[in-house]
């Protein structure tokens, strides 16, 4: 599925096949990524999978597919053969995949005969990358992996996307696949205000409002995780490098790194036994949320009661 309501055009040999894995219902800036993804016309969107957020709820990964539902419902984009669910749970260790319709999905993409390049972007746990991996070991070299995920390198440390399955990584950096990772030091760069998504965001139709309905509703929400990262009037969008990257690859802002190897208490070690992946420093949020916000506001401009083909 491609979006090209625009004035402007993407030439051919620019156009990337993208599947975008999300553990939506986790919290509340996945969405952005992924709207901003279905109205990228640099984006061949090739599915959208359901993953799983670790053990806050039992069916996480149900809640992420059910959230998908609820966005593309909003946009009035078709949900056939757009929406999977990926693994309800992390691997069980380094050599068994859980087998689901996204790991699948990657695999049969990433096999597929098309000249396009294949990017895979990972807003929650590796689970799924790595169950394709372990599945179809030759999609490593057929595809490229945007991870948003781990801690401030060299030293690592807690995260949650890489708590939620720090076997799956481990897959994934020992493998020889191309890895563009985003560490948490980096997405945490991604601030915006609720009175900016008041003004930029809400007043663009149906998705509009949900998108800040939501992310207010979440703010909201009582436990102690979610006191961390509640300041009273703004919020890291810290998925959406993630797609932005795949607009400008920020050339300068990454250092190709050896993949670690990850402790169970999320540390790196630095064994020198894997490939170099790439590390990113730095992203450029301004362009990031501009592109999302003239997006949305064109779509709606086009689009006022949603997308029909």
Request: hydrophobic share 40%; glycine share 6%; charged share 25%.
């Amino acid at each position: 599925m491609r979006y090209t309501d625009y004035k402007f055009h993407v030439p051919e040999e620019k156009i990337v096949r993208l599947i975008v894995n999300t553990d939506a219902k986790n919290e509340a800036d996945d969405q952005f990524a992924i709207v901003q993804a279905l109205l990228s016309p640099k984006f061949e969107n090739a599915g959208m999978i359901a993953a799983h957020y670790g053990t806050r709820h039992e069916d996480s990964m149900e809640r992420s597919f059910k959230e998908l539902e609820v966005i593309f419902d909003k946009m009035h984009f078709p949900k056939e053969n757009m929406i999977f669910h990926g693994a309800p749970h992390a691997i069980p260790d380094k050599t068994t995949p859980v087998v689901s319709e996204g790991a699948e999905l990657i695999v049969r993409e990433a096999m597929k005969d098309d000249d396009r390049p294949l990017f895979a972007i990972f807003l929650g746990p590796l689970t799924d990358l790595a169950s394709a991996l372990l599945m179809e070991p030759k999609i490593a070299s057929r595809m490229t992996a945007i991870w948003i995920g781990g801690g401030r390198y060299p030293a690592g440390g807690p995260e949650f996307n890489l708590g939620n399955d720090i076997n799956a990584a481990n897959v994934v950096f020992q493998s020889k696949m191309e890895i563009w990772q985003v560490p948490k030091n980096v997405y945490e760069m991604m601030p915006l205000s609720l009175a900016e998504l008041e003004y930029k965001v809400a007043p663009y139709g149906e998705i509009g409002e949900y998108l800040l309905q939501q992310l207010d509703e979440h703010a909201q929400e009582e436990g102690p995780r979610n006191s961390a990262f509640r300041t009273g009037e703004t919020w890291v969008v810290g998925d959406s490098p993630a797609v932005g990257l795949l607009l400008y690859e920020h050339r300068f802002e990454f250092d190709w790194v050896e993949a670690p190897l990850v402790t169970e208490d999320m540390a790196y070690v630095h064994t020198k036994l894997n490939r170099p992946i790439r590390i990113y420093h730095s992203i450029d949020s301004r362009l990031i949320l501009d592109d999302f916000f003239a997006k949305l506001a064109l779509f709606h401009a086009k689009h006022p009661e949603g997308f029909s083909s």
